[in-house]
């Protein structure tokens, strides 16, 4: 059985950098695509974007290239980076493996961006 | 604004019968597969239908999909008061390098 679990920081300053990883179990991390999604206020789900072993990550355009994804396949996990925060990336940042859509999902962690 | 619309809320009663609609265009479901999510108060997002229509295992009967053109249906019958939660159609978007979501569907029962 497949299991995401996201960590990182809960509260984030503005202006500084976002950083979370997602431990993955269960599978190997070079086998599937994995993504990042957030869920912010008023509920809207938002696609990050997504990273596989090879090639490049795809991201989405949205973010305005502030998002960077990389694997670390010794520790089978994946993380996210999102520079210059403000209070519009406070969401629940979720984890999940998926090419096309979102077959297993993290349970999520709160980022809070303020000051 | 969502590039895939749904209605922001629907509602129904216990045993009944709801639909709830997603709407696109040609860049997204009148070109790729549509999938739906559940997300219930409390716990992960969940994936309900794959591909149009079909179920991950686990997933109740009472769940189906359907796309036609631009549009893309989620009915739920039978309904229960676990139910109760948000749900959510995606699908690729221009390419299949890119997601996107509708702005979720509030289910009461």
């Known amino acids: 059985q497949v299991q995401l679990q996201e960590s990182g920081p809960g509260l984030v300053k503005p202006s500084e950098t976002l950083s979370l990883i997602c431990n993955v179990s269960g599978a190997s991390i070079s086998r599937y695509y994995w993504n990042w999604i957030r869920k912010s206020a008023g509920d809207r789900l938002e696609w990050l974007g997504r990273i596989y072993t090879t090639g490049g990550p795809n991201y989405n355009p949205s973010l305005g290239g502030r998002v960077t994804m990389s694997i670390d396949t010794s520790k089978n996990q994946f993380s996210l980076k999102l520079t210059s925060v403000t209070a519009a990336d406070t969401a629940v940042y979720y984890c999940?493996?998926?090419?096309?859509?979102?077959?297993?999902w993290g349970q999520g962690t709160l980022v809070t961006v303020s000051s | 604004q969502s590039v895939l619309t749904q209605p922001p809320s629907v509602s129904g009663a216990p045993g009944q019968r709801v639909t709830i609609s997603c709407t696109g265009s040609s860049l997204n479901i009148g070109s790729y597969d549509v999938h739906w999510y559940q997300h219930l108060p409390g716990a992960a997002p969940r994936l309900l239908i794959h591909?149009?229509?079909n179920r991950p295992s686990g997933v109740p009967d009472r769940f189906s999909g359907s796309k036609s053109g631009t549009s893309a249906s989620l009915v739920i019958t039978g309904l229960q008061a676990e139910d109760e939660g948000d749900y959510y159609c995606?699908?690729?978007?221009?390419?299949?390098?890119?997601?996107?979501f509708g702005g979720g569907t509030k289910l009461t029962v």
């Open positions: 591909d149009n229509i």
């Open positions: 999940a493996r998926g090419y096309t859509f979102a077959l297993n």
């Open positions: 995606q699908s690729p978007d221009g390419s299949l390098s890119l997601w996107v």
